[in-house]
Structures are given as structure tokens and as C-alpha cells.
């Protein structure tokens, strides 16, 4: 059971807009600005698409968005693409004695 | 940015021990900011952080394998390795590293390496 709960599975038509929550508590997202996300699609490495909650790195267009309210951060997805359909993971710093990092469990997103 | 490549065995046998190496280019190991860390994703399912090892020598474990990790890097060929004693089924998994910025996220990975543990 990953410590980050991500929902399974969200769906959207081209065009939309789709939200996936990350929920964790005060010892990692509640309290550290140090939430990312990162995009997998099936057979590839993750692809960091959100850093320090909000921040898009170069290259990532500006439909993908973050945020983050108390314990929960959200990864929004703007305009919604055919190519937009991937596994998509939280992250975060943990105070958490039993490790520095955790992930979400994932979320798959279907562009219907 | 740096590149990052996994390399190591495709099959160990059960109660091996796993060596993994992580072979950067594009910045030392010894740079300030240089931060790799091993990632595993066992198949159809989450990512799990294993291990980090810092420009500065600062290494990181997660607790709950900590007793079966080790960590090291080799400046002279800018490689980062991962042991990982004791293999189980249960550890069958694609092993990424991946540099660390400094919001704690994942910069640049590589391409993964599977690790399939049988008998």
C-alpha cells in the first residue's frame, strides 16, 4: 500500500479538464512545499512534469498545472489530448522515519 | 542535465545478492548538486525509493530495506552502484536512478534496468 493515496483510474474527453489528487499527511504534503509529479507511459521511465508543487519544468506545457491544499496536492491537466493518456505518480519529501521519499500509487488517465 | 544509464543482471536466483550500476554523463559525481538515487517499480505497480548518494558523500536509505542496501559511487568511472542483498521474488522489479534536484524531485532518470529474481 503506497503512503500517498492517488485515485486508480480518471477519465476525460479531448478538450477537458481533468484533476488527479495526491493525499498524504502532515509529514510530507501537509507541511513541505516538496510535491512533484512525473508522467509514465507504458514501458518508459517517469518524466518529471511538476516540481515544488506548482513549478513546470522547461519544455512541459503550461495545460499541466499544480497546486496544493493542506494535506492533499492536486496535478491538473488542461485541454485534454489524445497523447495526455499515461500512468501519472505523486511524490514527495517525507519526515517520516521510515523513508525520505514517498510515491503515490498512481493514477491511470483515459482520454475517452 | 545529466544522462543516466542502469546496467546489471537481467535474472538473479533467490538469496543472491544484486549489483546494480548507474553510469552518469553529462556532470561528475563530485559536482555540487549531483544526487542519484535508485527508484524501483515492481510490474503493474507503484514507484518505490530505495537509496541517494550525494556529490558530498551524504547517502540516504530507505528504512525499511536498509539492512539489505548499500550505496557507493566510483568517481574514477562516475558510476553509482547498489547492492541489494539477500534477493526475493518479491523484489522482481524494473530499478531506475535518477538525479535529485533540490525540491526533492527527480529530474532526469534512466531507462530502467528489469531485475527478475527465480529459481
Known amino acids: 500500500q503506497s503512503a500517498l493515496t492517488q485515485p486508480p483510474s480518471v477519465s476525460g474527453s479531448p478538450g477537458q479538464s481533468v484533476t488527479i489528487s495526491c493525499t498524504g499527511t502532515?509529514?510530507?504534503?501537509?507541511?513541505?512545499?516538496?510535491v512533484s509529479w512525473y508522467r509514465q507511459s507504458p514501458g518508459t521511465a517517469p518524466k518529471l512534469i511538476i516540481y515544488?508543487?506548482?513549478n513546470r519544468p522547461s519544455g512541459v506545457p503550461d495545460r499541466f498545472s499544480g497546486s496544493k491544499s493542506g494535506n492533499t496536492a492536486a496535478l491538473t491537466i488542461s485541454g485534454l489530448q489524445a497523447e495526455d493518456e499515461a500512468d501519472y505518480y505523486c511524490s514527495s519529501y517525507s519526515s517520516s522515519s521510515a523513508t525520505y521519499v514517498m510515491f503515490g500509487g498512481g493514477t491511470k488517465l483515459t482520454v475517452l | 542535465q545529466v544522462t543516466l544509464k542502469e546496467s546489471g543482471p537481467a535474472l538473479v536466483r533467490p538469496t543472491q545478492t544484486l549489483t546494480l550500476t548507474c553510469t552518469v554523463s553529462g556532470s561528475s559525481l563530485t559536482s555540487f548538486g549531483v544526487r542519484v538515487n535508485w527508484i524501483r517499480q515492481p510490474p503493474g505497480r507503484a514507484l518505490e525509493w530505495l537509496a541517494r548518494?550525494?556529490?558530498?558523500?551524504?547517502?540516504l536509505y530507505s528504512t525499511s530495506l536498509m539492512t539489505r542496501l548499500t550505496i557507493s559511487k566510483d568517481t574514477s568511472k562516475n558510476q553509482v552502484v547498489l547492492t541489494m542483498t539477500n534477493m526475493d521474488p518479491v523484489d522482481t522489479a524494473t530499478y531506475y536512478c535518477?538525479?535529485?534536484?533540490?525540491?526533492?524531485?527527480?529530474?532526469?532518470w534512466g531507462q530502467g534496468t528489469l531485475v527478475t529474481v527465480s529459481s
Open positions: 515544488e508543487v506548482s
Open positions: 502532515s509529514g510530507d504534503v501537509g507541511n513541505y512545499d516538496r
Open positions: 535518477a538525479q535529485m534536484g533540490r525540491g526533492w524531485q527527480f529530474d532526469d
Open positions: 548518494i550525494d556529490w558530498d558523500d551524504l547517502i
